[in-house]
């Protein structure tokens, strides 16, 4: 029996393997609402699994038997932050009569948010900014994820929408994929992404305001901890490197973002630092065409 917390939804493929023999026919699988009303499971889900003849079962493995049941659950939009967290409780029951039940096993998973207050100076004093939109990469191990692009293919996409866009932290190399749906703020100044797990991540810019210069992205590492071992995990801790600062309680990793007016200097190794090289070149050789020119002439006369 597995009771689900309400901000877990099960993804409904529970599949049952006898010694590592797929037997999932030999079992009933059920989900019904969770009549508790109260509490951390108050609206959730309870799935159950059942062998009305288990002993048989196991008799075809002579008496030796690894039962494993493998099935999976996604948050939802009613998962809690930080450390409430979503939990969910496991337990075996042996017995037809409802004896013999193991002790409950509980297992919490933990989701965050990051969240970006947006600003400009004036006079040396912050003032909230609108107008910018944002976009959450995340960095994932396989080409294979659903949605994965390349960092090179994601850079060539974002010039393509806005050449202003700063967006060098994202790896040419690596793949990623866009961590969470944007929330705007009804001022439009405050940007987050609910449902992030640890990890790395690249903040974009993608939407600058207009007369502004964009920001350039960062590149940053969520990490959490928590009891492993513990009958009820508690969230310990929460970072997100030097870019965010994370609150356990809440589950908010937050930051500020500046944008500045005026002239942009050209970035080394750009292309405005090119024209100053390909300029600087030219000068150089006319100047010498010309010594070379005055020479010969001092030399006529």
């Known amino acids: 029996t597995d009771t689900m917390a309400k901000g877990l939804t099960y993804n409904v493929d529970m599949k049952v ?3 590592g023999e797929e037997k999932t026919s030999a079992f009933t699988i059920a989900t019904a609402p969770c009549t508790d ?13 059942t062998c009305d003849d288990i002993t048989a079962l196991i008799a075809e493995n002579e008496n030796d038997a690894v039962i494993v049941l493998e099935y999976t659950a996604k948050l939802n939009s009613d998962a809690k932050l930080g450390a409430p967290g979503n939990p969910n409780k496991i337990k075996v029951t042996t017995k037809p009569d ?24 004036v006079g040396g004093e912050k003032v909230a900014l609108a107008g910018a939109n944002f976009t959450l990469y995340k960095e994932v191990a396989k080409a294979e994820t659903a949605g994965a692009k390349t960092g090179a293919d994601i850079k060539v996409e974002l010039a393509a929408k806005n050449p202003s866009i700063k967006a060098a932290a994202l790896k040419d190399n690596a793949y990623y994929v866009v961590a969470a749906e944007v929330e705007v703020d009804a001022a439009g100044d405050t940007f ?9 991540y690249v903040l974009v810019e993608t939407q600058i305001p207009a007369g502004y210069n964009a920001w350039d992205a960062k590149e940053f590492t969520i990490t959490a901890a928590h009891d492993v071992n513990a009958d009820e995990p508690k969230l310990t801790s929460l970072s997100g490197g030097e870019l965010f600062t994370g609150s356990v309680d809440t589950g908010i990793l937050h930051t500020e973002v500046e944008n500045k007016s005026g002239t942009v200097l050209p970035e080394t190794g750009g292309i405005g630092t090119t024209i100053f090289y390909a300029v600087g070149a030219i000068m150089v050789l006319v100047a010498v065409v010309l010594l070379v020119t005055k020479k010969r002439m001092a030399s006529a006369e």
């Open 37 to 49: 009303e109260s509490g951390d499971y108050a609206g959730g889900t309870v799935i159950t699994v």
């Open 17 to 19: 393997y006898v010694n």
């Open 98 to 121: 409802g004896s013999g039940e193991t002790p409950e096993d509980v297992n919490i998973v933990f989701t965050f948010k990051v969240e970006t207050d947006k600003y400009t100076t």
């Open 192 to 200: 987050g992404f609910k449902g992030v797990d640890d990890g790395r």
